[in-house]
């Protein structure tokens, strides 16, 4: 028998495997299912793009590339990250990583020993936590206040800082709430971190799938440039989740152990992906836009169709392309004997008497919650919601 090592048993199995194998027993059955389940983008990656890796093939660039990214994407990363979000970084500051996941990692691996606390704001993106324990150190959990729409903590920041704490994650716009952070928070998420030394991870994987506000980058903000870790995605933006495309920016001394790391684990991210992304970092974005618009007008559907449900509370997100409603009014209900005490019960319920998918809360530490996805289309949203509203009624 292969005998494992004891890191497996520190990481949790994911939470949603159930639902979605029977989601997916359900597909293959032929039941119409509405799959409001997607941690991706459900449109196709751009032509133009597919063409720049189809292009980059025939050019060559199918080898090994430097381990922190080929210089052309690394210049074109500081032409984005000035034109975006009004930050200034040399190349050196910068690294190409296999999706903003390997960056997070990396960090990760780069700063934390054993017993170090990494704080986490929650509901949050599964893998964070588990990345700070592979790491060996233990994440401490911050929660969002859903009553001011998961923008702030519900205890001040510096409440959750120990001497053990080294680093924080922040995610905003997020998943899976779609809450950006408030101004007020961040500043002082800032000051203790300066005071603590703290590296702040900014995850701004959803940076340009934000509606009526746009979009401030942690680093922007005053004294936090030096302290920060900016890690963003061609992922979302660009419906490129399968190229694997990530990439960091932050102080050269972090980036350097990054790629050290990252050195002897993947060497470095996938050649095609990086040439293609060049041009569709610095060429037009109208793909890009045309792609948030579409996740905007979903967002109105899908947050007005949710609000009309009674008993259900919701938040309106102000970017990604997920919505984290709070259904446990309906905690306690039953249909037919069976009733629903949480939410992996309300998903399983939703999935075999509304036939839609959603994810329980509790695999991002809320389980008070479900996680639907917007990444769908606008008809099937609609219908997804109706479905939703009946089955409630079943209810007792
Ligand atoms: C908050 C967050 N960060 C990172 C990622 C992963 O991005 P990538 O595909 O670039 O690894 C996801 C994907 O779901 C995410 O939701």
């Given at each position: 028998?292969i005998?494992?090592?004891?890191?497996?048993?520190?990481?949790?199995?994911?939470?949603?495997?159930?639902?979605?194998?029977?989601?997916?027993d359900?597909?293959e059955q032929?039941?119409?299912?509405?799959?409001?389940g997607?941690?991706?983008?459900?449109?196709?990656?751009?032509e133009?793009?597919?063409?720049?890796?189809?292009?980059?093939?025939?050019?060559?660039?199918?080898?090994?590339?430097?381990v922190?990214g080929?210089?052309?994407l690394?210049?074109?990363?500081?032409v984005?990250?000035?034109?975006?979000n009004?930050?200034?970084?040399?190349?050196?500051q910068?690294?190409?990583?296999?999706?903003?996941?390997?960056?997070?990692?990396?960090?990760?691996m780069a700063?934390?020993n054993?017993?170090?606390e990494?704080?986490?704001?929650?509901?949050?993106?599964?893998?964070?936590?588990e990345?700070?324990?592979?790491?060996?150190?233990?994440?401490?959990?911050?929660e969002?206040?859903?009553?001011?729409d998961?923008?702030?903590?519900?205890?001040p920041?510096?409440?959750?800082?120990t001497?053990?704490?080294v680093?924080?994650?922040?995610?905003?716009?997020?998943?899976?709430v779609?809450?950006?952070?408030?101004?007020?928070?961040i500043?002082?998420?800032?000051?203790v971190?300066?005071?603590k030394?703290?590296?702040i991870?900014?995850?701004?994987?959803y940076?340009?799938?934000?509606f009526?506000?746009?979009?401030?980058?942690?680093?922007?903000?005053e004294?936090?440039a030096?302290?920060?870790?900016t890690?963003n995605?061609?992922s979302?933006?660009?419906?490129?989740?399968?190229?694997r495309?990530g990439?960091?920016a932050?102080?050269?001394?972090?980036?350097?152990?990054?790629?050290?790391?990252?050195?002897?684990?993947?060497s470095n991210?996938?050649?095609?992906?990086?040439?293609?992304?060049?041009e569709?970092?610095t060429?037009?974005?109208?793909a890009?836009?045309?792609?948030?618009?579409?996740y905007?007008?979903r967002?109105?559907?899908?947050?007005?169709?949710?609000?009309?449900?009674?008993?259900?509370?919701?938040?309106?997100?102000?970017?990604?392309?997920?919505?984290?409603?709070?259904?446990?009014?309906?905690?306690?209900k039953?249909?037919?004997?069976?009733?629903?005490?949480?939410s992996?019960?309300?998903?399983?319920?939703?999935?075999?008497?509304?036939?839609?998918?959603v994810?329980?809360?509790?695999a991002?530490?809320?389980?008070?919650?479900i996680?639907?996805?917007?990444?769908?289309?606008?008809?099937?949203?609609?219908?997804g919601?109706?479905r939703?509203?009946?089955?409630?009624?079943?209810?007792?």
């Open positions: 028998m005998k494992l090592a004891d890191r497996l048993d520190k990481i949790k199995p994911s939470k949603t495997m159930a639902v979605m194998a029977l989601a997916k359900l597909k032929g039941v119409d299912i509405v799959d409001l997607a941690g991706e983008p459900d449109f196709p990656t751009p133009y793009i597919r063409d720049l890796a189809t292009k980059a093939m025939a050019d060559g660039y199918t080898k090994y590339t430097k922190d080929i210089p052309e690394k210049e074109a990363i500081v984005k990250l000035e034109r975006d009004n930050l200034t970084y040399s190349t050196d910068i690294i190409v990583t296999s999706g903003a996941k390997q960056a997070i990692y990396n960090a990760m700063v934390v054993e017993g170090d990494v704080i986490i704001l929650s509901p949050y993106w599964v893998s964070f936590p990345m700070v324990k592979l790491a060996d150190g233990e994440p401490v959990f911050a969002l206040d859903p009553k001011r998961y923008r702030r903590t519900l205890k920041f510096e409440e959750y800082v001497d053990r704490t680093a924080v994650v922040l995610n905003s716009p997020s998943n899976p779609g809450s950006l952070l408030d101004d007020e928070f500043a002082d998420v800032i000051k971190s300066r005071e030394s703290l590296l991870i900014s995850d701004e994987t940076e340009r799938i934000t009526e506000n746009k979009y401030k980058s942690i680093a922007a903000y004294g936090a030096e302290l920060t870790l890690v995605s061609m979302k933006t660009y419906s490129m989740t399968g190229w495309l990439f960091a932050g102080a050269k001394e972090l980036i350097k152990a990054m790629s050290k790391i990252q050195s002897q684990i993947t991210a996938n050649s095609i992906a990086q040439k293609a992304s060049v569709t970092l060429g037009d974005q109208s890009a836009e045309m792609m948030k618009d579409k905007w007008e967002r109105d559907v899908v947050y007005e169709g949710l609000s009309n449900l009674p008993g259900i509370e919701v938040n309106k997100p102000e970017g990604s392309f997920f919505i984290f409603p709070d259904v446990s009014a309906y905690y306690g039953s249909l037919n004997g069976k009733s629903i005490n949480g992996v019960e309300f998903a399983e319920f939703l999935l075999e008497h509304a036939k839609v998918v994810i329980p809360g509790i991002f530490g809320s389980d008070n919650n996680r639907i996805s917007f990444a769908a289309p606008r008809e099937e949203i609609k219908k919601i109706e939703i509203g009946e089955a409630l009624n079943l209810l007792n």
